[in-house]
């Protein structure tokens, strides 16, 4: 089994890459759609958020109302804190368990992991190789309000928030362009993914031959 972290800032096209590597096969772990699953009512960061900010939080169907959620982190940094520590720390348990169990299952094939954030803990450790998508920010930006539900101001103030490119760069053992049309990120994509496929098959006929 081999893991693909792709990783990069808001609007690089990481999801992108992640789901062109799904068509090539790869399985998919996303970090984003985890922190929705890990707060659905009877998960566990579901009861640890109630308990740090009430039963106030909950909709008549008992769910978390998010808006009131995020209305209360908004005005108080101490708070976002509190709550981004209590679903990174789920989500990070989710990932380690899922590839866990794909090891466990003896899956041979390529696991894909997207992240927005690269920690060390649940990220860097798990995966074979970081992949890193950039791109220019006016292009990210543009992408984004496009996608839609995002104003100027907050996506030039979710990249100003984040690592800068460089900073994810250093973690890259591939950094992915990403500012031509979705036709040149899907051929760089399966590009890399057919060199990655050739290097792995070389390690492991090595490998074999010293077994031998
Ligand atoms: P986020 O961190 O906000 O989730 P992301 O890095 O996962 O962003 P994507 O969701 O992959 O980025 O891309 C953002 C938007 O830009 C999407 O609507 C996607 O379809 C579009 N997009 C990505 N790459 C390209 C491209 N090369 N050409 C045109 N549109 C693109």
């Known amino acids: 089994m081999i893991v693909i972290g792709v990783t990069g800032g808001i609007g690089s096209g990481k999801s992108t890459v992640s789901s062109i590597l799904e068509e090539l096969g790869a399985i ?4 984003d759609s985890i922190s929705k699953q890990v707060v659905e009512p009877e998960e566990r960061a579901y ?7 009430g039963e106030s939080i909950l909709n008549e ?5 998010r808006k009131k959620l995020a209305e209360i982190v908004f005005t108080s940094d101490e708070k976002k804190r509190l709550l981004e520590g209590i679903i990174h ?8 368990e899922r590839i866990e169990l794909f090891h466990e299952y003896g899956f041979n094939g390529t696991v894909v992991l997207d992240v927005p954030i690269p920690v060390e803990d649940g990220f860097l450790n798990v995966v074979d190789k970081v ?5 220019e920010d006016k292009k990210r930006i543009s992408r984004v309000i496009k996608r839609g539900g995002i104003s100027l101001e907050d996506a030039q103030n979710r990249i100003n928030s984040q690592l800068s490119q460089e900073e994810y760069m250093k973690l890259a053992d ?3 362009e990403n500012n031509g049309d ?6 760089k994509v399966k590009n890399l993914h ?4 050739l290097e792995v098959y070389k390690n492991k006929n090595l490998n074999d031959g010293k077994d031998e």
Do not use: C, G, P
């Not at 998919?28 to 970090?31: E, F, Q, R, V």
């Not at 009861?47 to 900010?53: H, L, P, R, S």
């Not at 992949?131 to 791109?135: A, E, G, I, M, Y």
């Not at 979705?182 to 051929?187: N, Q, S, V």
């Open 131 to 135: 992949w890193v998508v950039v791109s």
């Open 194 to 197: 057919s060199s990655l496929m």
């Open 47 to 53: 009861f640890e958020v109630i308990k740090t900010f």
């Open 61 to 65: 169907d008992k769910s978390i109302d």
């Open 182 to 187: 979705l036709l040149e990120l899907r051929e």
């Open 28 to 31: 998919l772990i996303d970090a």
């Open 89 to 96: 720390k789920e989500v990070i348990r989710v990932i380690k």
């Open 174 to 176: 591939v950094v992915l």
